[in-house]
């Protein structure tokens, strides 16, 4: 597609479940970011993909969240045993590669954990 | 530790004056800042850049000026339109471009009065 493609656009879940946020890059971008923006804050990096492989995981708060990019496509952040402060939008972000740096983001999915 | 701030929640401006968005810094590694705007339900959308070695930038409406002295930049819109009320981030980068993870403000809420 034209943009970044991010689904769902919304997420409820319960205290305790596994989610899974899906992340569609403008075709052809290698490079792919995972963000996290909470209420009344900038985003906060997350994850980084060059390709397949993750060169930066740094930003993830914890062993709870996973996220992959199998085919240096499409990429996934899951997030296992939710909690309520996991609640947040999620930015998906795309480059043409490294070097790049104004990239661009998809519309975010917004998890709320209840 | 807030390395990017943006102490300005919200500022207003009337049509057809200049808009001034601030951002001060505490990392001088930071070596390249940019500006990214985003309207409500929408992912941020990149709007001018500049490099550690540059002072000023200019594309059309908007300029961005850095002091790295004072490690202040700011954004300038001149003159500003209803279309420029949105939210304003300023956001830095690490590393040389290596993992072009970004470092967000907390954003300022720009409203444009008619």
């Known amino acids: 597609g034209a943009g970044v493609s991010q689904t769902p656009s919304n997420k409820v879940t319960e205290k305790g479940k596994y989610v899974e946020l899906r992340c569609d890059p403008i075709s052809g971008h290698t490079a792919l970011y995972w963000y996290r923006q909470s209420l009344g804050q900038g985003p906060e990096f997350l994850i980084y993909?060059?390709?397949?492989?993750?060169?930066?995981d740094s930003g993830l708060p914890n062993d709870r969240f996973f996220a992959v990019r199998p085919e240096g496509s499409v990429s996934t952040l899951k997030i296992q045993r939710t909690e309520r402060g996991d609640s947040a939008v999620y930015l998906c972000?795309?480059?043409?590669?490294?070097?790049?740096?104004?990239?661009?983001f998809g519309s975010g999915t917004r998890l709320t954990v209840v | 530790d807030q390395q990017v701030k943006q102490n300005s929640p919200s500022l207003s401006v009337q049509e057809g004056r200049i808009s001034i968005l601030n951002c001060d810094y505490t990392n001088s590694m930071f070596d390249y800042f940019l500006w990214y705007k985003k309207y409500p339900a929408e992912g941020p959308t990149f709007l001018i850049s500049i490099s550690s070695i540059k002072d000023k930038n200019e594309d059309g409406r908007f300029t961005v000026f850095l002091n790295k002295s004072a490690k202040h930049l700011s954004l300038h819109i001149v003159p500003s339109q209803p279309g420029d009320s949105a939210v304003y981030f300023c956001a830095a980068s690490l590393n040389g471009g290596a993992t072009n993870k970004l470092i967000f403000g907390t954003g300022t809420l720009l409203a444009v009065q008619p």
């Open positions: 993909f060059q390709g397949t492989g993750a060169a930066d």
């Open positions: 972000a795309s480059s043409p590669g490294t070097g790049v740096y104004g990239y661009t």
